[in-house]
């Protein structure tokens, strides 16, 4: 038995429009949020540096691997949901576990 609920128009902009984004429908992209929200039954990892470093690659690699990637794809050509301080100069081992 399906259940309804009800958005009001400015919540049903926000969700169409990152549905938009992502090329997909509302109901889809919904869907995708109400299933993340179960218990996860695989790890997490909240940075591009934990889970590097759970594939066992040192701080030197990550920072260069970072570094390769400010190099082929400059922040400024990235789309506008990049955060400014994901750089190669800003990879620290102090924020490994970092929770957004």
Known sequence: MGKTIELTDEQD??????????????????AEMIEGLREPSR?????????MRHLEMSFEEVRESARLADEFFPPDELDTDHDP????????????????
Do not use: C, M, Q, W
């Open 85 to 100: 301080s994901d750089t190669a100069e800003n990879v620290s081992p102090d924020v490994a576990d970092a929770h957004p």
């Open 13 to 30: 902009a926000i969700l169409e429009h990152a549905a938009n984004r992502r090329g997909e429908i509302a109901e889809d992209l919904l």
């Open 43 to 51: 790890p997490v990892y909240y940075t591009t540096y934990a889970f």
